[in-house]
């Protein structure tokens, strides 16, 4: 039996998107905008560790290859900082190099891309 829209709102809950393709993070932002969650969209690690060290977030939605600082270094910093943060982590294949060493902070869920935004919402909730 589908939900009803209304089942998959996101209540206002504060997530932020990371990622470098800008394309991919306007879906991402439209996507969760939509159904009600207030969104933030940044395109590097680094940016991500700064934005929850001023503001906060419940959720984090990352890339994992970021140029730079890569989404799983950043989200090791970030678990550190706020370990309530829920953290996301979407990587480009199956391949989870680097992910073994880093999976002990308690990661949320790791998907692998193309990334299916409705399941992601389910995860943080709004399928509930």
Do not use: H, W
């Not at 589908?2 to 998107?17: T, V």
């Not at 207030?38 to 984090?60: N, R």
């Not at 880093?102 to 193309?114: A, G, H, K, N």
């Amino acid at each position: 039996m589908p939900l009803a829209l209304s089942s998959l709102r996101g209540r206002g809950m504060n997530i932020l998107i990371v990622d470098n393709d800008e394309a991919a993070r306007r879906r991402a932002v439209e996507f969760f905008l939509g159904l009600g969650y207030q969104v933030q969209m940044v395109d590097s690690g680094l940016k991500a560790i700064s934005l929850v060290i001023e503001q906060g977030v419940e959720a984090i939605l990352m890339k994992a290859q970021l140029p730079g600082l890569s989404g799983l270094d950043a989200a090791a910093i970030i678990k550190r900082i706020d370990p309530k943060t829920r953290v996301i982590v979407v990587l480009q294949d199956e391949s989870l190099e680097g992910f073994e060493e880093t999976r002990q902070i308690d990661y949320l869920e790791c998907f692998v891309e193309p990334l299916n935004l409705e399941r992601v919402n389910q995860l943080l909730g709004g399928g509930r």
